[in-house]
């Protein structure tokens, strides 16, 4: 009996081993699957590339990585500023013009420009006092005769005028040192400028990219392609300038060959063909009133060229899709006046802030005393933009065009 129940025992204790034993026999399972992968891993070696690829670069995290567009300036000056002195032919690179000397004013146009109608060249003021002692030389590469050091020129206005600034407030000689102006300087001042194209461009440029602004002008350029517009029209608008005014017609040999369509080809076409260009509705039917304009009359080169700027405003901002803010950039950076401020720049009032020394940032988060409809002076209030711009009369538009450079607006398009 005894020996049965030992023999049980000793049979059961023998049998212990493979029992916990057992239970470890499922793990080579996991081994063979881990093996399986090691094969498949080996035998797949080759075109592992192709099939590794395509799981790191996952949509999520594409997502996340990616960096949003930066956001668009604070003020849309710089898009709209782009074309406003660009030509239909600034796609052609072209030798800089020379610079020529003209006596200036910084309250009037001295930017050359270019009749609508014609190939004409309009000035507020002559080349030079003329001479006729001598013939046959060009006016455009003769130096001023009579001129003193006190006398505004092209060539020195831009000097006289950051004169000014600096003398009006100390603090402006570090942002003129480091960032000069061609916008006003003698080469800037020597381009021409066709005031239709200029306007025309900143009405398509509303609201949109400066590529998208660029990219529509260029279509509606494409419209009127026709060999005539590449040679000297006959001026049809010589009655803009009667003869012995200030903004005398230069003659035909310093035509500019044309490459933007004239008012009156314009109005030639109707609304849906000039919509074909990416216009919407309402941007053709203001190019279209614009060019109306210019062909009975009542806006001329002559007029741009010599009027004051307060009946400049009212006749430009009496066109439909003319605003304030677009005739004030018109009148700066396409006339090259000099005594221009935007009270309504959202740009110039944050810049304006910067240079007295105020954290933008707070009142940018809201830190400000603007709310509501005055939320939009919440850097600076009106009154005191125009209380300090007032001082550096009259080479506001100088001064503004610096007030952009404080936050290191990017202006670089406006030249």
């Given at each position: ?117 014609t190939s004409r060249v309009v000035s507020s003021s002559p080349i030079k006092p003329r001479d006729d002692t001598e013939e046959g030389v060009s006016p455009s590469k003769e130096p001023l005769r009579n001129q003193t050091k006190d006398d505004i020129t092209t060539e020195n206005i831009l000097e006289k005028a950051c004169a000014h600034l600096i003398a009006v407030d100390p603090r402006m000689k570090p942002l003129i ?44 350029v494409a419209l009127f392609d026709d060999p005539s517009l590449d040679q000297d029209q006959d001026d049809e608008d010589g009655k803009d300038t009667p003869p012995g005014h200030p903004a005398e017609d230069q003659p035909s040999s310093k035509r500019r060959k044309r490459r933007f369509p004239t008012p009156s080809l314009v109005l030639q076409k109707d609304l849906p063909t000039l919509r074909t260009a990416g216009l ?136």
């Open positions: 009996m005894a020996t049965r129940r030992s023999a049980r025992l000793s049979a059961l204790a023998a049998a212990q081993p493979n029992d916990t034993a057992a239970p470890i026999l499922p793990p080579p399972a996991p081994a063979s699957k881990s093996r399986k992968r090691k094969v498949s891993i080996e035998d797949k070696e080759p075109s592992s590339s192709s099939t590794i690829e395509p799981q790191l670069p996952s949509t999520p995290q594409k997502r996340k990585v990616s960096k949003k567009g930066a956001p668009p300036p604070a003020t849309p000056t710089p898009a709209a500023a782009a074309l406003l002195s660009s030509s239909a032919a600034g796609a052609q690179k072209k030798p800089k013009p020379a610079a020529v000397s003209r006596l200036a004013d910084p309250n009037k146009t001295n930017a050359p420009l270019l009749s609508p109608q040192d480091k960032h000069p102006c061609r916008i006003f300087s003698p080469e800037g001042l020597a381009e021409q400028i066709d005031p239709f194209e200029s306007l025309v461009s900143s009405i398509i440029s509303q609201q949109v990219s400066g590529a998208a602004a660029k990219s529509i002008k260029g279509k509606f919407s509705q309402r941007k053709a039917e203001y190019i279209h009133g614009l060019a109306s304009k210019f062909a009975s009359g009542e806006l001329s080169a002559s007029l741009l060229a010599s009027a004051p700027y307060d009946e400049l405003v009212s006749k430009l901002v009496a066109v439909r899709g003319l605003g304030l803010w677009t005739v004030e950039m018109f009148a700066c950076f396409a006339l090259k006046r000099m005594d221009v401020f935007s009270l309504g720049d959202l740009g110039v009032q944050r810049g304006m802030a910067a240079f007295v020394g105020r954290d933008v940032k707070k009142l940018k988060n809201g830190n400000g005393k603007g709310n509501g409809k005055d939320k939009k002076w919440k850097y600076m209030s009106e009154g005191e933009m125009k209380e300090i711009s007032e001082r550096f009369r009259p080479y506001r538009s100088l001064f503004m065009w610096y007030m952009w450079r404080v936050e290191e607006t990017d202006v670089s398009s406006m030249e």
